[in-house]
C-alpha cells in the first residue's frame, strides 16, 4: 500500500533582503514540497524566484548577506543553522549559464569534484562518478575539457556533477536559456526520466512554461518576493489565466489558444497546457 | 544595402565557417537568421560590420567592400549589438555609456547630449541616466547596451541573441521596438533560436546550416518544414506543430501564429458547433 | 609578441611518456637543467643542455609548439646578446644566449607537459604550500586549487578579451589610432568590462563550487592521485646525480666559457 510521500522542503513565512536592497527579495513565502514532484516556478523578472532558489540549498544565507525572517526545513534540517557544504548533500543546484559552473580540466574530473569534498573513500567516489555518467550519458565525454563541449552537454555534465551528490532536490535555474530548443527539450526530458528514475524531486526556473509544461504537475507564481499562485499546473493555468498572462508570465500559446477560443464559446473544457493534449482536445471538439 | 557576394569564410584553424553565402540587406528589412550552435551565424553577423573580412566573396555596404574600409567607419551605418551586454559597459554613468559612441563618431557635444537623452527616453532609460550602469539589472543592462549601439542611428541593425533571458514582457517590449525601427526604414537583422518570438514577430528567415543557407522565406513557411527545423536543432514553433496534428481536419500546416491559428480554428469549430445543434 | 607565442607554454593533452611523469618529477627535471646551466657558463655544457632536451621533446610531442616559443625568445635572445657584447667577450654572449634559450626550453617543456591539475595535485602534497594555505585562506588545498582554477580560466579569458575588443570596435574605437597617451586611455574600455567579467565569472563559479559542498568540513578526498613509478625514481635518481655532479665540479675545477 503506498503511502504519502514526504514532505522534503517546508517553508513558512520565509523571507529575505540582501544587503542594500530596498525591499525584500523574498517575503512571506509558505512553501510545502513533497517528494519526487516537479515544480515549476516561475513569474516575471525580478520577482525573487532565483533568491527563493538560493535560500532551498544555503546560498542565501551563506554566500548571499541579508536579512532572513521565517523559517526552512529541507529534509528535516534548518537551512540557517546549516553550511551550505552540508546542504549540498541534499540540494543540488544547476545554474543557468553552463560554462559557469563547470571548471576542472576534464568532465570526468569535474563530476568527481563534489564527491570529493564530502571526503568520501576514493572506491565510493569512483563508483558515484561512474553511476553519474552512466545516468546522464555523458561517459563518452570524459575525457574532454568542459570548454570544448556544446551547451547542452555542458549542462549534462552539470547535472552529472550534482547527481554525484546523490542529492533528494535539484534546483534548476533557467538551466536552457543558452540552449537552443532541440537541446533545451532534452534536457528537460532527462530531468524528468532521472526524477522518476532517481525517485528526485525537482524545482525548474524557467520563463517559457511550454518547455516545462509537459512534466512539471504543480506551478508556483511569484511576484514582487511574494508567491500569487500555487497549484496543480493544469489547473492554475485553467483558473488563473488571466492573472498569469497579466504578469507577463509566457503561457503556453496553446493555451492561450485554447482561452481564447473558450471566450467566444467555441470550445469547452479545461485548458490544455500542452501541444499532445491540445491538438486532442481540439480533435475532440470537432469531432462532434 | 548590404550585399554579401558568395562570401566563404575560414578560421584561422582552418574550421570553415561560412560557405558561399549571397545576402542581400535593406532599409524596411526585418531578418531572423537562425541555426544550430557553430552554423556560422555570428560569424556573419561579423562580416557586416567589417570585424570580418571573407576569405573569399566579398561584402558591400552601401557600395564600400568591408575590405578596405575600417570597421570605425562602418560601424556608423552599422550598429552590432553583442549578446552579452557586459562585453560593452565600461563608463561611469548610463549617460557616458550611451554617449561612448557618439563621441568616438566626433559629433559635436550638444549634438551629443540630445541624442543621448533621446535614446534614453525611446527606451524607458531616463531615470537612470546619472546610474552606475553596473548597478542595474541584467535586463535594464541590455537595454543600456542597445541604447549604446542605437544611440548612433545606424541603418543597419544587428541584435545577437536578443531574447536570451528575458522574460515575457520584456521581450513584447522588444518586439514593439522592432517593429518601431523597421518600419522607420531601418534594416534590423536578429540572431536568435527563439522559436517562438519569430513565430509571433513574422520577420523573414534565413536558416544558417554548416555554413551554409539551407532555407529563407517568411516564418510560418521556413519554420514548419521538419527537417530543415531538425537540422538547425530547433523545434517547430507550438501552433505549427498543433496544426501538424490536425491536418485531417483540413487544417493547413504552415501556421505559426497564435491568432492566424485561431481564425482558422474559428471557422472549423463554427462548423462543428452547426453539426452539433443540426443532429440535436 | 603576440598571443600565439604563450602557445609555447599551453598544457597540451595527451598521453605521452613524458605527459605521465610525475609533475615533482619533472620540476627536478627543470632543477636539474638549471643548475648546470646556471653555475657554468660554458658553451659546450649549454649545447649539450639544449639537445639532451630535445629528445624530451619529441617523445613528449610538443616539438613544434616548443618552437613557437623559440620564437617568442628570439627579441630577448638578441637583446641579452648584444648587452652581453658590450659587457663581455662574444664568446660569454653566446654562451649567455644559449643559457637564455636553455632555460626557456626547460619552462616551456614543464608547462607544455604537465596540466595544472597535476601541477594542483602535486602543490598539495607539499607541506609549505598546505601551511601556507592554511594561515592565509583557512583551508590546505585552497591555495593549490586557487592556482589551478586560475590556469583554467586563462582560455576562457582571452575568448572574453577578443568578444571585448570586437565589441568597442563595433562602437567605433579605435585602437591603432592616436598619440601614445590616447591610445592607452583607448584600453580602458577594454580593460574595463573584462574585469568585470572575470569577477563575475569568478562569483558564479564561487556559487556553483560552494553548491557542490567545496570545501568540505572533513578532509577532502582526491579521486586522482599522484604515484611515484619506477620511470619516476629513475629519472628523479638521474637528476639528483645531475645536480650532485654539478655542484662538486663546480666546487673543484674552474670550466672557461670555451
Redesign the interface.
Known sequence: MAHAPREIILAKNLGFQYVGARRAAIEGIDLSIRENEFILLTGPSGCGKTSLCRCLNGLIPNFYQGEWTGELLVDGLSVTTQLTSELSRRVGYVFQNPENQLFALTVEKDIAFGPENLGLSREEIRQRVDEAMNVTGTLPLKDLAPYELSGGQQQRVALAGVLAMKPSVIVLDEPTSFLDPRTAEEVMRATDDLRRELGLTIVVVEHRLDLVARYAERIVVMDAGKIVADGDLEETLDEKFDLLEGLGVGVPRVSLLWTMLRRDGLVSGKVPTHVESAASSLAGMMNQ | MITLEKVSFTYRSGQRALQEIDLNLEGGDFIAIMGENGAGKTTLAKHLNGLLKPSQGRVLVDGEDTRKVSVARLSRKVGLVFQNPDHLLFSETVKDEVAFGLKNFGFAPEVVHNQVTRTLEALGLSEYAETSPFLLSGGERKRVALAAILATEPDYLILDEPTIGQDYQQKERLRNFILQLYSQGKAVVMITHDVEFVAESNPKVILLSQGRIVAQGPADSVLSKDELVKKASLVRPQMSRLFGELTKYGLPSDVVDVHRARILLEEKLSEAKVRVAQNS | MSLRTLEGFKFS?LKTPVHLLDPRTKFLLVIAVLVPALLFANIYVMIALLLSQVPLLFVGKVARRWALSLRAGVFLSALIFVVNLFTGSYLSAIALTLRFLVLLTSFSLFFMTT???DLGLALDRIGAVRWLSRRWLGYPNALSFTFT?AV??V??LAV?AQ??V?????????LDKGNLLKRVRNY??IL??LL??AI??SL??????????????????????LKLRPVDYSIIAVSLAIIGISFWVYFHYKIPVL
Open positions: 593533452t596540466s595544472p591539475d582554477t583554467r580560466l582560455p576562457t572574453d568578444t571585448v570586437d565589441a568597442q570596435r563595433s562602437r567605433g574605437l579605435e580602458i574600455p574595463i568590462p568585470l567579467i563575475r565569472r558564479e563559479l564561487a556559487e556553483a563550487l560552494e553548491s557542490r559542498g567545496f570545501p568540505g568540513k572533513e578532509g577532502r578526498t582526491s579521486l586522482f592521485q
